[in-house]
């Protein structure tokens, strides 16, 4: 009886420390388990917060880089209209330096709005990439120096399509990373083929390389390694060829060198954009009456100052609906509109034009915040667009594209 109940016994201690062991594995399963999760929740939560923060600071420069512009705009048409009429060489001179600054700003300005990835209206014009490339690599010649030997290995590439402005930025920014990678020389070698259904560019170094660390770094906003350098340079680049549906790869070797991949679609079929896109071609131009609308006094009384020099007559209007009141009474050859205004915005003007007079052409103003696309701009009847700050060679150069001049007899044809 007693060996009965020790045998018992016996049995349930064994049971018992066998479900204690299962017990024990399966918590420490659930252990890890739940350290796993927490780790990818942290990660995403990391991720979350870098978002969060890349997104509030595109906004805050996104609105910088519009004030920025407005200020600019001004400064860079009264420089030019200033260059026109001084002669004194000096006095040139300064001019030119005060408009190039102007420029710089701008440039400035853009390049922050660059990467808050708001798509402007941009230009898309097929595009030769071989083209594109050897502009971007002349245009940093200056920088290059004695110490850094060329090597061009240009293939045969379709066209993409897009914003030769904005991709041959893109492009510099890589080929002057490149040239500031090799600080004692070597080689930079750009490259373009065809991969599959994509162009492709790549631009190699064989400077000072990246250690992983850096490399997953490098295309955030302000992160550089360099002294006095912006570190705007790659996450402008990967702002543009994304807008573009492309995509910057990396390969790097710290002391041996990099090199920067960007994949860019081939140009579909022939994109409408490009009737509304960029500069028109200029014409003979006519004196056009203007009706020019802009809510920034600075802005508005520059534009009139360079179409009045063009001999043109401009009436201004200082916000949409003050536009609209005008051009339900008087007859204009073109509306030259800002887009951002109070009460009634470019876009709501522009179809009461064309509601009233489909004729009349509408030209849009825009800084670079823009979130517009080409099927937008068409369907409320605007007919080209130009980017703050203006020049006056493209404001005179729109004008006269878009008012159709008296026809010199052998345009007729
Ligand atoms: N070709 C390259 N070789 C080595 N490092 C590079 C290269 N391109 C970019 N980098 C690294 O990426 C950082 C960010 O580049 P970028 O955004 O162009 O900013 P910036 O050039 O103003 O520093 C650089 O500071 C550098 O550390
Ligand atoms: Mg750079």
Redesign the pocket.
Known sequence: MVRDIADFLYWIALGLMVVIVLLGFWVLRLKQHVGERERQLAAAREQLVRTQKLRALGEMLSGLAHAFNDVFTPILGRAQLLGGRVTDPQLKHWITIIERSAMEGAKTARRMQEFTRHRGPHRSVPLNLNTLVSESVDATRPRRGESIELVRELGQVKNVSGDPLALREALE?LV???I??MPDGGTLTVATSMDGGEAVVTVT?T????TPE?QRK?FDPF????EN???????TAEAIVQRHGGQIEVE?VPDK??A?RVRLPLAGSAPRAQKLSGVPRPRAGAAARCLVVEDEANVRDMIKDVLTIGGHQVTLAVDGSDAADMFKTETFDIVITDLAMPRLDGLQLARIVKNLRPHTPVLLLTGWGVTLTVDELEEHGVDAVLAKPLRMDEIFAAVASLVPGPTKPEEKA
């Open positions: 920014n002057n990373n490149a500031e990678a170094d400077g000072d390389g990246m850096i490098i992160f550089t390694t360099k350098a912006s570190g705007l340079g790659l996450s790097s060198g990099s920067f």
